[in-house]
């Protein structure tokens, strides 16, 4: 069966840099969601979306954007990097919102 | 706002034997999902186990099961006849099925060690 695809799977970035992720759901998936998890710490959600617009947001920050393309796809922009943005980033999809969600592989960032 | 603690950040148990893994939540909520996710060293979170408020009955996995106590508010997982495979962190976790507040919520999470 199909999984969630993540690109690139790792990525080292300097600190100032852009990054940006990538999340391919599912097909058949229109809510895609992404968290992130720092070191030795459980994940976070940072923010979601359905049917190609904003669903909910949480911890992310202002520097942090995201959106989700016609074809589903979602993208997760990462600028002015910080030491402190090197986590694991996961992207999970679901059917729908408030059902079950799955999980990509996730992208490992490194700032240096 | 809900929340998830799980008090064992880390067990080791030899192999084969069974190891029950604790959590607890709070919540207002009368239907939600509850999850056990497994991640392993290669870091990707596998879902495990899921269980909806509203089913009184366990859920089951093969070796996999929970034991959810709701007016308690506690979900514990119980793996048995463990295997070295099973060695990962475990993390539980909460899941409200709204529209608009779908976004799970992790506890801290329980590395599990399979000794040979």
């Known amino acids: 069966a199909a999984g969630v695809i993540q690109s690139p799977r790792h990525l080292i970035k300097e600190k100032r840099e852009t990054a940006t992720l990538k999340c391919y759901p599912i097909?058949?998936?229109?809510?895609v969601y992404w968290y992130q998890q720092g070191p030795g710490q459980d994940p976070q959600f940072l923010i979601s979306f359905y049917e190609k617009m904003q669903s909910d947001k949480g911890s992310i920050p202002d520097r942090f954007s995201a959106q989700q393309f016609s074809d589903y796809h979602s993208e997760l922009n990462m600028s002015s990097l910080e030491l402190g943005d090197s986590a694991l980033y996961f992207c999970?999809?679901?059917?729908?919102?408030?059902?079950?969600?799955?999980f990509g592989p996730g992208t490992r960032l490194t700032v240096t | 706002a809900q929340t998830v603690t799980q008090s064992q950040p880390e067990m080791s148990v030899q192999e084969a034997e069974t190891v029950t893994l604790s959590c607890t939540y709070d919540t207002s909520e009368s239907n939600y999902y509850l999850f056990w996710y497994k991640q392993p060293p290669s870091r990707q979170m596998i879902l495990v186990i899921r269980?909806?408020?509203?089913?009184?009955q366990n859920a089951t996995e093969n070796r996999f099961s929970v034991n959810f106590q709701k007016a308690a508010k506690s979900f514990s997982l119980k793996i048995s006849d463990s295997q070295l495979g099973d060695t990962a962190m475990y993390f539980c976790a909460f899941m409200k099925p709204l529209n608009r507040d779908d976004k799970i919520i992790f506890g801290k999470g329980t590395r599990l060690h399979i000794l040979p």
């Open positions: 269980q909806e408020a509203y089913k009184q």
């Open positions: 999970a999809s679901s059917r729908d919102r408030g059902y079950e969600q799955y």
């Open positions: 097909p058949r998936h229109d809510t």
